[in-house]
């Protein structure tokens, strides 16, 4: 284990046996931030997400894929077959040296295995267990296959986020990554905070269905007052010219974001069209009304006589929550992002981070592992001598790269 014993999560073990996005992304930040994550792959394929595209050069002039790589980092790998009676007690043995062991198998998968939550609860009391799925470890659709644009259809996510009246799939995975990461991460932490405290380790069953419907707070609470949310004409859908993308004349886009009143009278003298002060949800403008679609048609027109840079000069000095629309490679290289030392490259690899800034803290991103490429050193740690880890690697128990 390489990160820093200072690192505010140093001395915190996980077990992570997930595979492509949503667990891995949930452990990188762990790992960001000091623990020691254990990447518990097969001794077949591993992390399908190893195989996929982009390919390019790591640090080390090794060929992988791009986003593996960067969720990845700063992990250990180990390779164990899990259907054989050895391969199952080397974990065992490590979930008696883990504090956490998160899992993204179909539902009852780790119960057939015979490493289901009484099992390893049994094994380590203090353990906490996070099974990460679709939909959840029970109700109808538990067993459903699922992918991050049926998560978000299901919720009723995909039906509020539209272009042109159509469903728009957006190109950051909401369900993936909002429903199932970040949710993993934080329900993972508080079951770690109450093992603390207690003694008492528990089992947290994540849904990246769950994670959007709990998140989908403005349309739930139109529902609530009587009305149903239609996506483009409602206040936060584009429906309000305040709060709407607009075109200029260069066929850049600008983002308005001027949701209070002082905002948007900022913005309107800002352009040039301040009679269209009035013209606002909080004084009667109705998001979606017709009076509401005249007024955003007069604010596009004026912001496509001109270019891009011309407006982004103006509302450099105007406080009026605009922003212009930066394409992703523009967006590593902002300002801000660079002010903050978000964006580092390993050989050909992004990675931003850390989530947070935090004190006593200093991010660097570390390699992720080759496939089964601490085998060995972890055997060794769970007190296995070589001719034992010999005979493991024999029996295809465990694999080294």
């Not at 054989?84 to 008696?96: N, P, Q, T, W």
């Not at 490259?345 to 080759?370: E, I």
């Not at 060794?380 to 070589?386: C, K, S």
Request: hydrophobic share 45%; with cysteine; glycine share 10%.
């Amino acid at each position: 284990m390489n990160a820093s014993s200072q690192a505010p999560l140093a001395g915190l073990r996980i077990l992570d046996l997930t595979r492509l996005l949503p667990g891995p992304a949930a452990t990188m930040h762990l790992a960001d931030f000091g623990a020691d994550v254990i990447k518990v792959e097969d001794t077949g394929e591993g992390d399908y997400l190893r195989s996929f595209p982009p390919q390019v050069a790591n640090a080390e002039g090794a060929r992988v894929n791009a986003i593996f790589e960067a969720v990845n980092r700063g992990k250990r790998s180990i390779r164990i077959d899990l259907k054989s009676a050895a391969g199952r007690e080397v974990l065992l043995k490590l979930v008696d040296t883990a504090d956490a062991l998160i899992e993204g198998f179909r539902p009852g998968v780790m119960a057939r295995l015979g490493l289901g939550w009484d099992v390893l609860h049994a094994r380590n009391p203090k353990l906490v267990v996070c099974s990460l799925s679709g939909y959840g470890q029970n109700g109808p659709l538990a067993q459903a296959a699922g992918h991050d644009i049926n998560y978000l259809a299901t919720s009723g996510v995909l039906d509020q986020i539209r272009a042109q009246g159509k469903p728009a799939i957006p190109n950051l995975q909401l369900g993936d990554l909002l429903g199932g990461a970040l949710s993993a991460l934080s329900t993972l932490l508080i079951a770690l905070l109450g093992a603390q405290r207690t003694g008492i380790g528990r089992y947290v069953d994540v849904a990246m269905a769950d994670g959007l419907l709990a998140h989908h707070f403005f349309p739930h609470a139109e529902l609530d007052a009587g009305s149903t949310p239609v996506a483009e004409r409602s206040l936060l859908t584009g429906g309000a010219p305040c709060y709407r993308v607009y075109g200029t004349a260069d066929g850049g886009q600008l983002a308005v974001g001027a949701l209070e009143l002082k905002f948007w009278q900022s913005f309107c003298e800002a352009i040039g069209l301040p009679e269209l002060k009035p013209n606002h949800w909080s004084l009667g403008e109705a998001p979606g009304s017709e009076a509401a679609q005249r007024t955003g048609q007069r604010v596009a027109a004026r912001l496509r006589s001109q270019p891009l840079a011309h407006w982004t000069a103006i509302f450099e000095r105007v406080d009026a929550c605009v922003a212009p629309v930066l394409k992703p490679d523009e967006a590593l290289a902002q300002p801000q992002f660079t002010a903050r030392k978000l964006v580092h490259r390993r050989g050909d690899v992004t990675h931003v981070g850390p989530l947070a800034q935090m004190t006593a803290h200093d991010f660097a991103p570390r390699p992720a592992p080759a496939a089964g490429a601490q085998t060995r050193e972890l055997l060794h740690e769970i007190g296995l001598d070589e001719s034992a880890i010999a005979g493991l690697i024999t029996r295809g128990a465990v694999k080294e790269p």
